[in-house]
């Protein structure tokens, strides 16, 4: 069993920048493809990044391009999303996801079998 734990959600300024964490236990690390996603309420669960076992292989939903960077650090067991100039539209709640038997980046919710809590993320304009 994999346990996410996300934190570095809060409350920000629009333009501002914030930077997620997602710390693992439970499995190898880097034994595990990770992604970020992110839920609005009544909305389906949608992809915003996603990183390979080793970090050296990201990819990211077109409308997060150039403003969000995932990235790990296998030594501490954490995957990072930074987010630069936060938006409104950003507001909402992001989820860390895991999974050990992926062999590339997946973007569809239901290929991840590990799941955090989420960590809210409210931007004030």
Known sequence: QVQLVESGGGLVQAG???RLSCAASGWTFSDLYMGWFRQAPGKEREFVAGISRS????????????????????????????IASLKAEDTTVYYCAADPKLTRIAVR?????????????????
């Not at 292989?57 to 501490?76: H, M, Q």
């Not at 919710?109 to 989420?118: I, K």
């Open 16 to 18: 501002e920048s914030l």
């Open 55 to 82: 970090g050296l292989g990201t990819y990211y939903a077109d409308s997060v391009k150039g403003r969000f960077t995932i990235s790990r650090d296998n030594a501490k067991n954490t995957v990072y999303l930074q």
């Open 109 to 125: 919710a239901g290929e991840y079998a590990y799941w955090g809590q989420g960590t809210q993320v409210t931007v004030s304009s």
